[in-house]
């Protein structure tokens, strides 16, 4: 069946609809990495967004369920120039077009996904539409699509109650703010007992758990909006216990402290972003996801340094906290594109709650 992505600007590609037939408005975004379909439909941090896929070939792996980075789809659209139908892999347990139809996710296939790519480099992040609909005037549709905006996309990806991933090591509270998975199991596999909060948990709940250390996962969505979290996130600021923050928490532990954040042209996402550490010099591969940074010239430096800074376009990667143990990346140190380079940066978080102990 002949599908339409419409874009805000007025162009529209032309291409064959797969997954879900229905229309859907949100933003278009695209990620660059070459591998990983899976992990990025599974990413939370998608929520209210349409991903393209930069790779021309998406869906001959299949999908491997144990790869799934949370238990559900959360992007509104996909959009790719060619899906594998039939996929070859001993480890598939579907194929991502039934994937797609299964979780009610409309995508569009046989566009020029370079062309759609270079549009939103130029001009940045736009909202669009993915549709069957062949309409006679975007007259209607381009109002529509200009009015959308992606509000509430923590309340929908957090935990609804606390869990437990049992372990023998140091106790820590990973507040899940759209959590992928492999936070808390980078953690558990490192001995750690993680105990999983709802966003909106209080910050008197998780410090009446004594737990030796904190985390604030990644998660989807415009830092600022979340104002009742950045409160409580304040109060943890406050307390002696060692933070460790990754993705949205970064932005959002920045927010606490009284630096800004601001919207990117068109945001970060794949497994190749190189980011250097500014203390030692040395640079990393590493895969990112987020469409905000933190302004460093809002920074107040007896808060806060920047640690971190992306290679390519000179934005924050990460800040140090004056006084405090506590340190932020912007990156995913939990993700492995292929390079497992920033897996140490728990392990640093481990020792910072060997020291503080």
Request: aromatic share 8%; with cysteine; hydrophobic share 35%.
């Amino acid at each position: 069946m002949k599908a339409f992505l419409i874009l805000e600007d007025g162009t529209v590609f032309t291409g064959t609809s797969i997954g879900s037939q229905r229309e859907v408005i949100s933003e278009i975004v695209f990620n660059t990495s070459m591998t990983g379909y899976l992990e990025v439909l599974t990413d939370p941090s998608y929520a209210g967004q349409a991903v393209v896929m930069t790779y021309p070939l998406i869906g001959n792996y299949g999908i491997c369920r144990e790869d799934m980075e949370s238990q559900k789809p959360w992007p509104d659209g996909y959009i790719v120039r060619e899906l594998s139908r039939i996929p070859s892999n001993f480890r598939s347990g579907d194929t991502i077009q039934h994937f797609l139809e299964q979780n009610d996710i409309p995508g569009i296939s046989g566009i020029d996904t370079r062309s759609l790519t270079k549009i939103l480099r130029e001009k940045g992040t736009m909202n669009g539409m993915i549709t069957t609909h062949e309409y006679s005037s975007l007259d209607e549709v381009i109002p529509r699509l200009k009015q959308y905006s992606v509000k509430g996309v923590v309340a929908a990806t957090t935990c609804e109650k606390p869990y437990v991933l049992p372990g023998n090591g140091k106790k820590v509270a990973l507040l899940d703010l759209g959590a992928k998975n492999n936070i808390a199991r980078s953690l558990n596999e490192r001995g750690c007992e993680v105990t999983v909060y709802p966003a909106y948990t209080p910050a008197e709940t998780i410090l009446a758990s004594h737990p030796d250390g904190i985390m604030l996962s990644n998660g989807p969505g415009d830092p600022a909006e979340n104002v009742e979290i950045i409160k409580e996130i304040r109060k943890l600021y406050e307390s002696d216990i060692p933070i460790f923050a990754i993705c949205l928490g970064h932005q959002l532990m920045a927010l606490a402290t009284g630096a800004k954040t601001y919207k990117l042209k068109y945001g970060h996402r794949g497994g190749n972003h190189p980011v250097k550490d500014l203390e030692t010099g040395r640079v990393y591969i590493s895969s990112q996801n987020h469409g905000y940074a933190v302004d460093t010239e809002s920074l107040d430096p007896h808060v806060a340094v920047p640690a971190f800074v992306n290679v390519n376009d000179g934005t924050n990667e990460g800040l140090k906290y004056t006084g405090k143990n506590i340190f932020t990346v912007q990156y995913h140190p939990e993700a492995c594109p292929g390079p497992q380079d920033s897996g140490y940066l728990f392990d640093r978080f481990l020792k910072m709650m060997e020291v503080t102990r």
